[in-house]
């Protein structure tokens, strides 16, 4: 994995509520066997005129003026503003692999879903959790201009706007501690092994039902 | 000693490590697989030179790519069809148990665990579908995982986790009929929101749920989830024991004695506290029909698509409007004037025999409307499958006028070739009602199988209460 340490990142907004993991990356693309090459089709949707299917040239595909990631002042952007419960549904991996796969690695909102949260920290993305009038206030200033970029740092749990605002954000230890060495989980409970070997044997003893 | 709750006694009892910070290392032990996401957890593991910490945990079966017609031609899509090979595949190379697409016990994941007794009370329950909470049913931790956990729990037998608040939903009194376990699910849902679980854990509990069979409590905890808690579970009783008795995977001879008495534990302590309660009356409790693009957007079937008014601030509204917008409804229209297009019944939230035998009742010598395209049943695995053929459902069914299909998870999110074209209104007992889940375009409207059915016969939403 990745690690994440400090973003200073282009800013786009997705105003609505309750985004869902199949919006983030619809069932169709979910069929693949691989990790990656999701981008392309991130709010498939939303984002393109016509049907998508897996195997098409996504270049070629008309796109929906209208959604807002595909205003030209929201290319390159890296930080995604979002609204309360952002990647609720399934449970879907493919959707933070689809959106870090378009570029973002800062994704902040009032609330996120849990599942959705915890794929994000497996992945490199930061998933930041700011209060709803904070985040109402981030929609604006968005909005009022152009070029707005936002500035994340994780080891100061701080987000900084052009003017030098700044907001403080929590993370837990061990998010934090994976995300900025760039650590996956599994290499880390390896090195406990012997506990849990030790827990497997009461367990046994316990319940053996269990181990048939 | 202080009062525990069901959750406190199931997370302590998995605790292998704490760290200060409070993350732990948690036992699993079952692991539920299935191919969507599960091909990038085995290679993840190939790749790291790994294998599966215990294969016995672990027990997998196709379900969401599989063909719901004929399958004796195998899968016409082609990466479908991959998909599901790397299923067989991985299974085979590490001696995994899995229910292979042409096998009697192949079905919705969520519906052959409990099934087979593979899930049991006590357990730590995971696979990488977010539906897992249906196993807390049996007063299981259960829940949902994504594929980088997939391949932690294949290596390690371990997912690193944190624990959550617990929430107790308590409903007492009792159903009127023809209101159901979706019922109260879809009530709940819109009491707290989709939102208003999240962060914890919910135990249902009350006089309402204890009456409920294993079938609905499964219904009910399946959609915890979609009020945001990733685990839903229901303390054990005698209908726990009584279902679980004698399942392929249950305890045996002494050892059933002795797991008894352990899962007897399996309830909160009188007086143990929790961090928020929801109180229901279940006698208020009416059909739900869920009227947009969100769990949380339902109603009463005697009520109305609301009106922007209602709406609690702007964020919502602008939900409410582009969801009028998406599901071709205005505000204030009768949930009972609402037409439909096509009838799906299935899908891990209602497909077992019960559902199956409900939805029979209101068929039994009716006719699909005229103006209905498609009504179709889809049973959860094989064995309802073929429970219902002995029952006589399917006759039932197919002199209905309904489509009755072979085991999957089909219409609920449309990843095979059942699904709905853009514009087209179902009436299903599935889950989600997101923008596009059974197609592009395809209009969901959340129902319990009795009114799915009975939606069928009228071509149109109606009161099962009052159907004759
Ligand atoms: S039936 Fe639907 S919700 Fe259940 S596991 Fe299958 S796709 Fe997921």
Known sequence: MDSFTTLDGLVAPLDRANVDTDAIIPKQFLKSIKRSGFGPNAFDEWRYLDHGEPGMDNSKRPLNPDFVLNQPRYQGASVLLARENFGCGSSREHAPWALLDYGFHAIIAPSFADIFFNNCFKNGILPIRLEASIVDKLFDEVAANEGYRLAVDLEKQTVTTPSGESFAFDVDAHRKYCLLNGFDDIGLTLQQVDKIKAFEGRHRIKQPWLFN | ?468
Not at chain 2, 1 to 21: C, F, G, Q, R
Not at chain 2, 170 to 194: F, H, M, N, R, S
Not at chain 2, 374 to 387: D, E, F, I, N, R
């Open chain 2, 1 to 468: 000693m202080t009062a525990k709750t069901l959750y406190d006694k199931l997370w302590e009892s998995h605790v292998v490590h704490e760290e200060s910070d409070g993350t732990a290392l948690i036992y699993i032990d079952r692991h539920l697989v299935h191919e969507v996401t599960s091909p990038q957890a085995f290679e993840g593991l190939k790749l790291a030179g790994r294998r599966p910490w215990r294969v016995g945990s672990i027990l997998a079966v196709p379900d969401h790519n599989v063909p719901t017609t004929d399958r004796s031609q195998g899968i016409a899509d082609p990466i479908s069809r991959l998909q599901v090979e790397t299923l067989d595949n991985n299974c085979a190379e590490f001696g995994v148990t899995e229910f292979k697409m042409n096998d009697l016990r192949q079905g919705i994941v969520h519906v052959i665990g409990p099934e087979q007794g593979a899930t049991l009370p006590g357990m730590t329950v995971v696979c990488g579908d977010s539906h897992t909470s249906t196993h807390g049913a049996f007063a299981a931790l259960a829940h949902g995982i994504g594929t980088s956990e997939v391949e932690h729990v294949l290596a390690t037998q371990c997912l690193v986790a944190k624990k959550s608040k617990a929430m107790q939903v308590k409903v007492e009194g009792a159903l009127q009929k023809g209101v159901t376990a979706k019922d109260i699910a879809l009530a709940v849902i819109g009491k707290i929101g989709t939102a208003g679980g999240t962060g914890y854990a919910i135990e249902f509990a009350g006089s309402a749920i204890r009456a409920l069979s294993m079938e609905g409590r499964m219904t009910l905890c399946n959609m915890a989830i979609e009020a945001g808690a990733r685990a839903g579970m229901v303390a054990v009783d005698d209908t726990t024991i009584d279902y679980l008795k004698g399942r392929p995977y249950s305890p045996r001879a002494e050892q059933w004695e002795n797991a008894v008495a352990y899962w007897r534990t399996l309830k909160s302590d009188d007086g143990a506290s929790f961090d928020a309660v929801v109180e229901l009356d279940a006698a208020d409790i009416q059909p739900q029909v869920t009227w947009g693009t969100s769990p949380e957007m339902v109603v009463g079937v005697n009520g109305r698509v609301p009106d922007l008014a209602q709406a609690r601030n702007e964020v919502q509204r602008g939900d409410w409007e582009r969801a009028y917008a998406y599901m071709g409804l205005q505000a204030n229209t009768a949930i009972e004037d609402i037409a439909i297009d096509k009838v799906f019944i299935g899908s891990c939230t209602n497909s077992r025999i019960e559902d199956l035998r409900a939805a029979a009742s209101i068929a039994k010598g009716k006719r699909v409307a005229a103006n209905v395209k498609l009504a179709m049943v889809v049973p959860g695995s094989g064995l309802v499958k073929a429970q219902a053929e002995k029952e006589g459902l399917d006759k039932i069914f197919k002199d209905a006028g309904f489509e009755w299909r072979e085991p999957g998870c089909s219409m609920c999110l449309a990843m095979n070739a059942d699904r709905l074209e853009p514009g087209e209104r179902c009436a299903a007992t599935s889950n989600r009602n997101f923008e596009g889940r059974q197609g592009q375009g395809g209009r969901t409207h959340l129902v319990s199988p009795e009114m799915a059915a009975a939606a069928a016969i009228a071509g149109h939403f109606v009161d099962v209460r009052n159907y004759q």
